[in-house]
């Protein structure tokens, strides 16, 4: 098993077929994150769905432009009821009537604060909220000691002549 991480993902999205890549790294026993810092850096639209077709979970942290990643959370049934007003007054009758929206609303990702996000899997959605791990204290580092002694100076005596080729008798 292994896991590939591809932070600045919109450096690669400008591959010849980034997708197909993306795609096959997934049949090798391989786990993706992708870390794009908007859904349009993934490239260009076709190959943006197919990658992000291809992956079971996404997470998504606050971001301007959440369009494409909203719709992956799914849609849900709601009840939307209407009411009738007469001349500005209540008049009792009303309608319900059953309508799709969206899991997940595209304000609340543009709003999201640090530490939140929305975790997308398979049609599902849930938000959550990491929490920040207590910071410890850089502890403090024993004085640096040097590796090797210093140098010393050392004089050597050394022969007034030199003869390297004395015939020896």
């Known amino acids: 098993f292994c896991l590939l991480f591809a932070d600045e993902f919109s450096a690669l999205a400008g591959a010849s077929d980034v997708a197909m890549k993306v795609e096959q790294t997934l049949g090798f026993n391989a786990a993706m994150v992708l870390v794009p810092h908007t859904p349009s850096g993934m490239g260009p639209r076709t190959p943006r769905d197919r990658i992000l077709g291809s992956f079971e979970t996404v997470i998504v942290h606050a971001l301007n432009e959440p369009g494409t ?3 992956l959370g799914g849609m849900k049934r709601v009840i939307e009821l209407t009411h009738r007003y007469e001349d ?3 008049a009792r009758q009303g309608h319900a009537r059953q309508e799709r929206r969206l899991k997940v609303d595209p ?12 975790v997308i899997r398979r049609g599902r959605a849930a938000k959550v909220a990491i929490e920040r791990a207590p910071s410890e204290r850089s502890a403090s580092l ?5 590796l090797d002694p210093p140098l010393q100076r050392t004089e050597v005596e050394m022969p007034k002549e030199i003869s390297y080729l004395e015939e020896e008798d």
Do not use: F, K, S
């Not at 024993?142 to 040097?146: E, M, R, V």
């Open 107 to 118: 304000d609340e990702i543009r709003g999201l604060a640090n530490g939140h996000a929305w």
């Open 142 to 146: 024993p004085p640096a000691q040097p």
């Open 88 to 90: 500005g007054v209540y």
């Open 69 to 71: 990643l909203v719709e």
